[in-house]
């Protein structure tokens, strides 16, 4: 059975991080161990406290943050008149300092340990003192990682936003819903539009097809309430694709997302 082997083979990584996880925090380099105050593996108590929060105010749909005193809720002005397949975006952090060099290394430098300290940091969103309000009730949440299309996901040899949403799933009691597929190997996307983005990413994602190991990606999330889950939400083109599929054709009765960062 596939899906077996691929869970044993995931514990099994899992597990050999572990052993050789050393107590020093991810950017001090500061022995972590006996640390007081960090609920956080990898990290001491002054890194965790130093990293860039996302607080308010901050739009209500894209997440993006503002300087200066606005009072209440409000949309931005990229925001102001479209109309997107999700819900509302919301990260823990900024894309800066110290928390975008450690998604720096474990995406693109295989610091494979850094899955558990990252994945506890994006579970902040759904419980404890910094939760989003509106993330309330978190264990009626499946989280979709965004997915790896099968040359990209052999080049890197993991899917970050799946080990995001299996850490943040132990922490949290939400299940992850690995629903999605990438059909089409898009080109880098850093220089492009958002209008670009989004036409480079048009059918670009499918629900996952049915196989006799594990329920249809259709039963699993029509009527539920979904968090895409990825690393960084830059203008919103990926999220909005996966949206549009998961509710057009999975059924899904709400679909937000859920983000490390904001970029």
Same mark, same amino acid.
């Given at each position: ?16 991080? &572990?052993?050789? /996880?050393? @107590? ?26 130093? #990293? ?28 102001? &008149?479209?109309?997107?397949? /999700?819900? /509302? ?8 300092? &110290? ?11 295989? @610091? ?15 419980? &404890?003192?910094?939760?989003? @309000? ?17 040359? %990209? ?10 080990? #995001? ?16 597929? %990438? ?21 670009? /994602? ?7 190991? %594990? ?10 309430? #979904? ?37």
């Amino acid at each position: 059975m596939p899906s077996l082997f691929s869970d044993l083979w995931t514990d099994a990584c899992r597990a050999a991080a &572990g052993l050789i /996880f050393v @107590e020093a925090c991810a950017l001090c380099a500061q022995s972590t161990a006996g640390s007081a105050g960090s609920a956080v593996p990898g990290l001491c108590h002054s890194c965790l406290q130093s #990293l860039p929060r996302l607080g308010e105010p901050r739009c209500r749909v894209c997440g993006e943050w503002f300087m200066g005193n606005i009072p209440g809720p409000f949309q931005c002005a990229n925001c102001t &008149g479209r109309k997107f397949a /999700f819900e /509302f975006a919301t990260a823990p952090f900024k894309a800066r300092r &110290g928390m975008r060099d450690m998604v720096h290394r474990f995406k693109y430098q295989r @610091e494979l340990w850094l899955g558990e300290t990252l994945g506890r940091l994006l579970a902040t969103a759904l419980h &404890g003192p910094t939760a989003d @309000e509106r993330l309330a009730a978190s264990d009626q949440w499946l989280l979709v990682p965004v997915p790896l299309h099968p040359r %990209r996901l052999r080049e890197r040899e993991f899917n970050q936003a799946l080990e #995001l949403a299996s850490v943040t799933s132990r922490h949290t009691g939400c299940t992850v819903a690995d629903v999605l597929r %990438r059909t089409r190997y898009t080109s880098g996307q850093a220089a492009m539009t958002r209008h670009q983005r989004l036409h480079n990413l048009r059918g670009a /994602f499918r629900l996952r097809r049915p196989r006799p190991w %594990r329920p249809t990606a259709e039963s699993m999330v029509v009527g539920r309430r #979904l968090l895409i889950v990825d690393d960084v939400f830059t203008t919103g083109a990926t999220a909005q694709e996966c949206a549009r599929i998961l509710l057009k054709y999975g059924g899904a009765r709400q679909v937000a997302v859920l983000t490390l960062t904001r970029g």
